[in-house]
């Protein structure tokens, strides 16, 4: 079975910086796309950023694009969320996910529903 852990959300002032990872346990990462996604209270969880097992990322929201990239190490069964300039509005929960990709270029659309396999997710607040 499959196991998802993220680490690395905390606490972070506006404009600063945070990477969150997610450690997969239990097959290897190479056939398995994985997402970062977001639930802020009282909001629907989000995608933020996917990535194919080759490496291949979705186009970021307008909402990320240009502060938040996603990297993985497959050697280390990792993947990263990379998070700069940061403001409130990033405030939320946030969760990786896997679904499994036979073809190592798929990449699944960046929604929720597309993933099969969740960690338990991250608090990430940001605040002065």
């Known amino acids: 079975q499959l196991q998802l852990v993220e680490s690395g959300g905390d606490l972070v002032r506006p404009g600063g910086s945070l990477r969150l990872a997610c450690a997969v346990s239990?097959?290897?990462?190479?056939?398995?796309?994985i997402g970062w996604f977001r639930q802020a209270p009282g909001k629907e969880r989000e995608g933020v950023l996917c990535?194919?097992?080759?490496?291949?990322?979705?186009k970021p929201p307008d909402s990320v694009k240009g502060r938040f990239t996603v990297s993985r190490d497959n050697g280390e069964n990792t993947a990263y969320l990379h998070m700069n300039i940061l403001t409130p509005e990033d405030t939320a929960v946030y969760f990786c996910?896997?679904?499994?990709?036979?073809?190592?270029?798929?990449?699944?659309?960046?929604?929720?529903?597309?993933?099969?396999?969740w960690g338990h997710g991250t608090q990430v607040t940001v605040s002065s």
């Open positions: 996910a896997a679904k499994f990709t036979p073809s190592v270029t798929n990449l699944p659309l960046c929604v929720p529903k597309e993933y099969d396999y």
């Open positions: 239990g097959f290897p990462l190479d056939y398995y796309a």
């Open positions: 990535i194919s097992s080759s490496g291949g990322s979705s």
